[in-house]
Every structure is written in C-alpha cells, then in structure tokens.
C-alpha cells in the first residue's frame, strides 16, 4: 500500500484546468472513459491531451502488457476538467478505461483493474479523511463527504447527463477493497500521508477560436470561442437593423444620434 499509488505522473502535460484550493473537496467521483475494457490509460490520456477534451486526476486500466496500470492527469490542488462545473470543484476524479454499459460480471472479471482504482481511493480517503462510504445526489447536495459516481453529480446539480461508472458497477466489492487499505485499527491516529508533489501555475493556455467558453447563465451551455462570436457578430448586427427601423418610424436621424454620441464621448474624454 504506497504513499503514492500512481503507476505515471502525467500532471505537467495537462495545462488546462487551473489551481483550487482542496479545503473543500468532499470526496472521490467515479467515472468510466467510455472506452472498451483493455484499452490502454496512456492512449486514452493522449487523446485527451490532443483534443483537450477533458481529465481526471487519476487513470485506471486494465491492461496487463506493462507495468503502467495508473497515470496521474492532475495534481490533487488542481482542476480537472471532469464533471462541469460543480462537480469539478468539489471532487477528486479516478476514471476506468471502461464503459458504463458493462454489466456486474464485466466489471469483477477486472480485479486488478477495480484494485488499482481502490489503492488510489483509500490513499485520498487517508489524506483527505474521506469516509468510506457511497453517497448519493441528496447528501452531496447537504455538503456531505464521501465515494460517489459521475451519476451522482449529474443528478445533484444536473450541469452534466453522465450516467458513468453505471449500473452493473460493484459498488459493494470496490467499497470493500477501498476499506482493506485504509488503517486496520479502528480510532488510531493515521498520520497525513504525503502530497504527491504539487506544480506551479503555468502560464494561461493561449486563446484559440476552440477556446471552450461556459455560459454564466446556463452552466450547461458551453460553445467555442469561434461560434460565441459569431452569434455576438449576428446579434449586434440584428440590433443595429432593429433600433434603425425603430428611429426611421418615429422620424429620427439615427446616423446623427449616433456621430452626436461619439463627439460627446470624446469630449468628455
């Protein structure tokens, strides 16, 4: 049982994201990649960094060829992009190269893999003192602390539509591997494991007309810089044709009105 569980640090590749305090992360979210059992977590993190389509804090697969079973996307004190906004906020992020479709069956013919992923587990419920113990929408939305699924976010605060790690996901067995690891004496005083090393805030990501841009209104709505404005380019022009008409109806001069207002802001200035 390591201090620091995680096969390969990948952290200081994934520049998108940003910094956050851990004071109040309420525990580990379970998710599952959508990619078949067996697929590679270094594949699934290359493609997640060429895309920049999203990230977890740890990687779990199932493969057996090497010796890499875990990557670490993120550090602990940052974001990762994983279960919009909230969800972000308030969780630490392990993902299974797995699909949420697989049934109870599928997932217990992975036991190193769900291993894997509980060594992870119980080494942030030690940190963080997380209790071992499946929450559900309602206590997360009370602030409660504990081990959930991306199903749970979605169903807290619906900013997502994820069902992930599923149904057939075995939450009894892995809940059980995740207390085999934690300290074996009930009440003793577990000493603060040690942070994986942190990073410094890189530079900002430059901005590119795919810069993702959320919604302050709807969270949910998320367009790319590129389609956000092009509907700011069609809205003003909308305007622009909309308050001439409404000037030509009551018999003003909107081309004066406007020069008049731009040889009053520069005089003012």
């Known amino acids: 049982m390591n201090d620091d569980p995680v096969d390969a640090d990948w952290a200081e590749r994934f520049g998108f994201g940003g910094p956050r305090s851990t004071d109040g992360l309420q525990g580990v979210c379970i998710h599952t990649t959508e990619n078949r059992l ?122 997502t539509d994820h069902t992930d790690p599923g149904s057939g996901f075995p939450w009894d067995v892995f809940l059980q591997m995740v207390r085999d690891r934690m300290p074996a004496a009930p009440g003793a005083a577990t000493p603060r494991p040690p942070a994986p090393p942190g990073r410094p805030a890189p530079a900002p990501a430059p901005l590119t007309t795919a810069t993702p841009i959320t919604s302050i209104i709807n969270p949910r709505v998320t367009l790319p810089l590129a389609g956000l404005l092009a509907l700011l380019d069609a809205y003003a022009w909308e305007n622009r044709i909309a308050v001439r008409g409404i000037y030509d109806h009551l018999g003003l001069d909107y081309d004066r009105r406007i020069q008049e207002a731009i040889e009053q802001d520069r005089s003012a200035s």
């Open 38 to 159: 067996g697929s590679r977590a270094e594949d699934v993190a290359a493609w997640q960094l060429r895309t920049e389509s999203g990230a977890y804090h740890a990687l779990v697969d199932n493969t057996t060829d090497d010796n890499i079973r875990s990557i670490r996307e993120n550090t602990d004190d940052w974001v990762a992009w994983a279960a919009a906004q909230k969800g972000n906020q308030i969780a630490l992020h392990l993902s299974y190269a797995a699909e949420a479709s697989m049934t109870r069956e599928e997932w217990l013919s992975a036991p190193l893999m769900l291993a894997e992923g509980a060594d992870i587990t119980a080494y942030w419920c030690r940190r963080y003192h997380f209790p071992v113990r499946k929450i559900g929408a309602r206590e997360l939305r009370q602030g409660a602390r504990g081990i959930f699924g991306h199903v749970d976010v979605s169903h807290a605060w619906h900013q």
